[in-house]
């Protein structure tokens, strides 16, 4: 199941404590068409709320904040390859990159799908 953050940003819990991490729906098409992806380097640790990458567009720059504290275990080659995939499939295959949850319990303060649609409408 996905979660969300204020900064429109999604995670998924995959198996044990590795999660997977993207942009929303609304962040994309608030962003535009995006040109260029910054991905993290594996192993980087990052706390809850701090900058793990950069999506630019053609309208606009945005940082892209982690929602939860872990350590970068695999990025989206393919989305560094072709970042338009962050539009045509932000919750699928436009994912960013993969965690190792430092504490999975931080997954309960993000909200689910319907807060989430309420917030960003």
Known sequence: ??????????ISQDEGSGATVGITVHAQE????????????IGAVFAAGSTAGVVESVKAAAD????????????NEALRADPSLANT?????????????????ELDA????????????
């Open 1 to 10: 199941m996905k979660k969300y953050s204020e900064e429109h940003v999604w």
């Open 30 to 41: 608030v962003l535009g068409d995006v040109v260029f992806v910054e991905l993290p380097a």
């Open 64 to 75: 892209v904040y982690i929602p939860v504290g872990g350590t970068v275990t695999e990025v």
């Open 89 to 105: 499939d932000p919750l699928g295959a436009g994912w960013f990159f993969k965690i190792t949850l430092t504490e999975p319990a």
């Open 110 to 121: 993000l909200m689910d799908e319907l807060a989430y649609a309420g917030f960003a409408n």
